[in-house]
């Protein structure tokens, strides 16, 4: 615990990419069209899911939550970014730093749990094929999509609020954003009980649904090699290959950015891990879905098809 005199801060200050200030243009250049092709990707992916009624499925209804999830994700956190790279404002408010910080965490946890649901969903159609109709019905869809949310936004509310409680020393975040870490070291005292309660939150969103992708994965591609031709084997995993992708990169970017020791990487290195998982993450989920998935290809050939003829 670390304890010190404090006046009450009310206002806090991004230091954002100071340490890069002859490469600010180029950056804001950069950020700008990954963020343009981020909200493009995901509500073109949401868009032909809505339309085409071959993706009509549990698969791509998940998919269209999640790229939804994304695009909220993606607006809470860049174009604030975006308009101190252009030398607008850096400070914000207590109460906006603790809105962002709130709908930042809510979103990122319900993509991680996301992405746990849509392993389900894989299990399912892959290892229990004939009984798929019977436990994915549309109703068990929205109520994991509906839980997943909660689960998010909840888990979310109460590491905003134990962070926001604590009394601030400094008011100069080291960072693009209030994140976490970040905000903690900001405060005069840090208190064991919100060291406990960032860890358990961080196994809760990020360790516990890892885990069970895992074992699903592990039935998952068991159930594969059991196939006998390899036509078969290769379109089976097929069906599962871009969310796989989707998330070695997601959990490894989380794992990094929260489990690794305080001490072990500089700040910039630190805010390069961010702008990784802030940026670059949620762009992932419609490129790999758009050039890995031949059914989202066929889906957006089809929709471009009748928009033509009519």
């Given at each position: 615990m670390k304890a010190a005199n404090h006046t009450e801060v009310r206002e806090f200050v991004f230091q954002g990419f100071s340490n890069f200030q002859e490469h600010q243009l180029?950056?804001?250049?950069?950020?700008?069209?990954?963020?343009?092709?981020?909200?493009?990707?995901?509500?073109?992916?949401?868009?032909?899911?809505?339309?085409?009624?071959?993706?009509?499925?549990?698969?791509?209804?998940?998919?269209?939550?999640l790229s939804t999830s994304e695009t909220f994700y993606?607006?809470?956190?860049?174009?604030?970014?975006?308009?101190?790279?252009?030398?607008?404002?850096?400070?914000?408010?207590?109460?906006?730093?603790?809105?962002?910080?709130?709908?930042?965490?809510g979103f990122a946890i319900t993509n991680c749990l996301l992405l746990a649901v849509?392993?389900?969903?894989?299990?399912?159609?892959?290892?229990?094929?004939?009984?798929?109709?019977?436990?994915?019905t549309w109703r068990v869809c929205a109520m994991l999509a509906s839980s997943v949310c909660a689960t998010g936004f909840s888990l979310s509310l109460v590491q905003a609020v134990a962070i926001l409680r604590l009394p601030f020393c400094n008011s100069l975040?080291?960072?693009?954003?209030?994140?976490?870490?970040?905000?903690?070291?900001?405060?005069?005292?840090?208190?064991?009980?919100?060291?406990?309660?960032?860890?358990?939150?961080?196994?809760?969103?990020?360790?516990?649904?890892?885990?069970?992708?895992?074992?699903?994965?592990?039935?998952?591609?068991?159930?594969?090699?059991?196939?006998?031709?390899?036509?078969?084997?290769?379109?089976t995993f097929a069906t599962c290959a871009s969310h796989l992708t989707v998330v070695i990169i997601h959990y490894g970017c989380a794992s990094i950015a929260y489990f690794k020791p305080k001490s072990e990487n500089t700040k910039d290195q630190d805010q390069l891990i961010s702008v990784t998982y802030t940026v670059i993450t949620p762009l992932l989920n419609p490129v790999v879905?758009?050039?890995?998935?031949?059914?989202?290809?066929?889906?957006?050939?089809?929709?471009?098809?009748?928009?033509?003829?009519s």
């Open positions: 180029t950056l804001f250049v950069v950020f700008l069209t990954l963020y343009i092709l981020t909200l493009a990707g995901n509500v073109i992916i949401v868009t032909i899911i809505r339309l085409d009624n071959h993706l009509h499925t549990p698969m791509y209804f998940f998919l269209s939550v993606s607006l809470v956190i860049i174009p604030r970014m975006l308009s101190s790279l252009v030398g607008l404002s850096q400070s914000i408010s207590l109460e906006g730093c603790g809105a962002q910080l709130f709908f930042f965490l849509m392993g389900y969903d894989r299990y399912v159609a892959i290892c229990n094929p004939l009984r798929y109709s019977i436990i994915m975040i080291e960072h693009f954003f209030c994140d976490v870490r970040p905000l903690l070291d900001l405060a005069c005292a840090t208190p064991l009980i919100n060291d406990i309660l960032t860890l358990i939150i961080s196994l809760l969103a990020i360790t516990v649904p890892a885990t069970f992708l895992f074992i699903s994965y592990v039935l998952i591609i068991s159930t594969i090699l059991k196939i006998a031709s390899a036509e078969g084997r290769r379109k879905y758009s050039l890995r998935n031949k059914e989202v290809q066929d889906a957006l050939w089809r929709v471009m098809g009748r928009k033509s003829l």
